[in-house]
């Protein structure tokens, strides 16, 4: 099992920036990836940035403007968020990824990005 702890949301203006955190523990070496998904009001939940072995994928809406980042030694992935646009509003959730499972962070982080 692999508990994830997220920080970072909240409230910013159109263009602005934040950065998310989440805290991994439990079985740490089981982990392959880590990223964070996003789940707007009345939508799917989508994956927004995932770190494999150095390599990083983003999904598209977010390219160029979000930057994942990932300190093994702490155990912990960033999600730094620039220009951010009101269609970035959702609850983040931290993942982080096993062989077979997917883990979430449990209460996710609410970013909402309003003028």
């Known amino acids: 099992q692999v508990q994830l702890v997220e920080s970072g949301g909240g409230l910013v203006q159109p263009g602005g920036s934040l950065r998310l955190s989440c805290v991994a523990s439990?079985?740490?070496?089981?982990?392959?990836?880590m990223g964070w998904y996003r789940q707007a009001p009345l939508s799917q939940r989508e994956l927004v940035a995932l770190i494999t072995s150095g390599i990083t994928n983003y999904a598209d809406s977010v390219k160029g403007r979000f930057t994942l980042s990932r300190d093994n030694a702490k155990n912990a992935v960033y999600l730094q968020m620039n220009d951010l646009k009101p269609e970035d509003t959702a609850v983040y959730y931290c993942a982080a990824l096993t062989g077979d499972q997917v883990f979430l962070g449990g209460q996710g982080t609410q970013v909402t990005v309003s003028s």
């Open positions: 439990g079985s740490i070496s089981s982990i392959t990836s």
